[in-house]
């Protein structure tokens, strides 16, 4: 009797600590969306006057088609979520996976890091998909996007480190970085690429969520296959941002590695930093960085501003294509 009493004011003591830590989190995230926003905007206001002399060139057509670009890459990661899904026991159709991206996608702005993948695997198990499948599948494109990406910045910054890294060169007084530290993380990457490292991890992950093990029947040249095309998109995503940043002045193509490695390094922090859903103002304020040498830092805070939007509404557009029409379709076919 003495222990139920305990385990009651254990409870009743845990559910009042919730809204308090909750109230912290909230303020902690608003406290660092707030402080970016404050250095961002007040960036733009002590450089008002290159944003007002910057020689603005609008072409709606170099706009659309960044905006296809930008729609087909996200597409493209459906298919390979869908895939791997598919390796994991998960086989779904794309209407399907479509759906569940789209919507799972919106995740990313809620507070923590979790939402989007509790999406995936929540509307997953709708469809008849296995928990442990669904969580492993998410996990893994996270993975393998983050790596992958990783790697696109690394040689980005190798190609263009006198354009993308000179006052961190300055600083130290070195003016180049050896090939060396560009082959040093790829190999950790590979090796972390290992289908029985990855499958060791998981499943120790997965143990402590009380969950059953998993085994997957992907190869180290599927993984590694998989992990070539994740770099794909990452260039896809370049293209796309290289386009609508010449969709406001023409670009030079000399510029688009600093550019795509750029946009890549700005959206993998943001999408690591863990006090900040969906990388607001962290993925803009490095981003700024990045874009000052190109056009001044008035006017990269002001392209990195119009980046979200620019994001945002083609991720909008999936989300309204699969609530208006892919589910209509799919309530016909189960009638």
Known sequence: MKQEIDSTARLRTTRRGKPWKKVLRWTVQV?????IGFFLVRTVVRNWHEVAEFPWHFNPWLLILSLLVLGGTIFFMIVLWRWLLARLGGKIPLSVAFRIFSISSLGRYLPGKVWQVAGMVYLGRKEGVRA??????????QVLAVLSGFLVTLAALFVEQKRMLAPLLDRLGVESISLWWFILP??????LLHPRILEQITNLLLRLLKREPIRFELSYPGLLGFFLLYLVSWLLYGTAFYLFLASVNPVPLSDWVVVTGGFTAAY???LLAIFVPGGLGVREGLLALFLAGLVGSGVAV???FGQRLWFT??????VAISVIFLRRKNGKEKN
């Open 31 to 35: 406290a660092v969306i707030g402080a």
């Open 186 to 191: 790829l190999v950790v990457i590979l090796a």
């Open 313 to 318: 509404a083609v991720e909008l557009t999936f």
């Open 132 to 141: 442990e499948a669904g969580v492993w599948a998410a996990l893994l494109a």
């Open 268 to 270: 993998i922090v943001g």
């Open 302 to 304: 002001a392209l990195s």
